[in-house]
């Protein structure tokens, strides 16, 4: 039974013709390959997350109403969309096999245990985790010379930049009750940050990888060096300035002693973030 409003989603993956995908060139990017469709499982993994998040949001309609309208139906298509695109690129991938072995790993690691402790804390991680999705889609586009798949990435990181906003306008309004201070609001943040770096797109990639080449599925080493070849992709096109800057934000830091705590933010990030 629908009982919130509809959201119109500001783009449409149907609306996006895949067969001007020159398939020849795309598939001889095969790390990139790698890398949307491990993209792909987590953004398609996001409803469990949202049902997490809203209970945790439960009597903030204005939170949790925008969490099941507009985030998850939105993070659930950038899902769809890269995955439309692997299919087209990979017919004989099976996705779907290899997102539900990824899917019953992945669901044990989302718990209630792993929010903040309170709702403006999670608000910046969640803000950080948009940070970081908002980033990767920009490297990955950046390092894509395929229009379609720079189409694709380009919505999908407005769309994260448009989560982290408000993920920022409901921290803020969270942190005038709570008050939580410079010190607490940078160690949630560096939690996720450092967080970002060993889950998610560890388990994904491992699923993409043993179903791609079983044959390697037990080579320990084939698998680091190939991971290690898909993060130095990224790493190359990531923008860390963007990236700091919206980092940053929910430190509210006085104009004066901004340029100061950037240089050695970057480089925490750069280390940290992007490996
Ligand atoms: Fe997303
Ligand atoms: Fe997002």
Redo the contacts with the bound molecule.
């Keep these: 039974m629908q009982t919130e409003p509809l959201h119109i989603m500001p783009w449409r993956i149907e609306e996006i013709d895949l067969n001007r995908i020159d398939r020849q060139r795309a598939v001889a990017n095969e790390d990139l390959l790698l890398l949307l469709c491990a993209a792909s499982f987590i ?1 398609s993994g ?1 409803d469990l997350y949202t049902s997490n998040l809203s209970i945790f949001f439960n009597g903030d309609p204005e939170v949790s109403t925008w969490l099941n309208t507009e985030w998850e139906p ?2 659930l298509q ?1 899902g769809r969309a890269l995955k439309a695109y692997i299919a087209h690129v990979w017919p004989e991938f099976d996705w779907d096999g290899a997102f539900e072995r990824f899917f019953a790993e992945y669901s044990q690691t989302c718990s209630f245990e792993d929010f903040e402790k309170t709702r403006a804390l999670e608000l910046v991680a969640r803000c950080v985790v948009e940070t970081g ?1 908002a980033t990767l889609y920009r490297a990955i586009g950046e390092s894509s010379d395929d229009p379609v798949l720079k189409e694709i990435t380009d919505n ?1 990181r407005s ?2 930049v448009r989560h982290y906003k408000h993920f920022l306008k409901y921290f803020r309004k969270y942190n005038e009750i709570e008050g939580n201070g410079r010190l607490a609001v940078l160690g949630a943040l560096l939690r996720r940050v450092k967080e970002i770096r060993n889950e998610d797109s560890e388990i994904a990639l491992r699923h993409v990888l043993a179903v791609r080449y079983p044959e390697h599925a037990d080579d320990l080493a084939y698998n680091r060096a190939r991971t290690a070849r898909v993060n130095a992709l990224v790493r190359r096109n990531l923008s860390a300035d963007m990236c700091v800057k919206m980092l940053l934000k929910p430190l509210d830091l006085p104009a004066k002693i901004q340029p100061g705590v950037h240089y050695p933010l970057t480089k925490i990030t750069q280390h940290v973030f992007f490996r």
């Design positions: 953004e996001s939105e993070e950038h999705t999908i769309d994260e």
